[in-house]
Structures are given as C-alpha cells and as structure tokens.
Nanobody, 116 residues
Framework: VQLQASGGGLVQAGGSLRLSCVAS????????MSWYRQAPGKQRELVAA???????NYADSVKGRFTISRDNAKNTVYLQMDSLKPEDTAVYYC???????????WGQGTQVTVSS
C-alpha cells in the first residue's frame, strides 16, 4: 500500500483545514486507517483512527474538533480539522494497517501550521 497525503498549510487559529490521504489500493477492506501527527521535539501521536467497520477513535485533544472519514470510491481518507489551535501545529501522517498479514504503510506527511 502506498499513501499520498495532502492538504496541509498555514491557517489562523480558529480556522479549518481538510487533509486527504489517497491510497494506491482499495481502502474498503483496510482494517484501520489513521492520522498521526508529530510536533517538533515531540513523539508521534495518534490523532484519529477509522476502522473498516465504521468505528472511529480520537485523541482527547481533538475530540469535537476533528473528523475522520473514508470515501471508499476514491480510496481516500480525510481529516477535517475545525477550530484549529496553535498546539495543533505538526506534521500530519496518514497510516494504513490493512490486516495482520499485510505490512502497514505510512504516507509522507503534510505540514499543518496554526498561527495565533
């Protein structure tokens, strides 16, 4: 699986961005697709995850502000980010874990910068 992330940029606090992650294969049966982020000097952390069974999970810091969704027809996972805060500034990575027998994959990362 190859992943191509896009949609990052510079936005003022309170603004919105939508990240996209396009997969090279059908995502319909990929068990878990997630977004992670890594801020300078910090460890990479899970932001949001989506399962093939339509379950979602969010980090406490983004609950109510971020929404992860899948478009199976476009092999794309989105991360809608609203009410952005300066502490959301990071490189955002998409991640796919197809199943226990297929290697997982990371996208190349897209920079999100939120100014105060």
């Amino acid at each position: 699986v190859q992943l191509q992330a896009s949609g990052g940029g510079l936005v003022q606090a309170g603004g919105s961005l939508r990240l996209s992650c396009v997969a090279s294969v059908s995502i319909f049966s990929i068990n878990v697709m997630s977004w992670y982020r890594q801020a300078p000097g910090k460890q990479r952390e899970l932001v949001a995850a989506s399962t093939s069974g339509s379950m979602t999970n969010y980090a406490d810091s983004v609950k109510g502000r971020f929404t992860i969704s899948r478009d199976n027809a476009k092999n794309t996972v989105y991360l809608q980010m609203d009410s952005l805060k300066p502490e959301d500034t990071a490189v955002y990575y998409c991640y796919a874990a197809p199943d226990p027998y297929t290697p997982s994959a990371w996208g190349q990362g897209t920079q999100v910068t939120v100014s105060s």
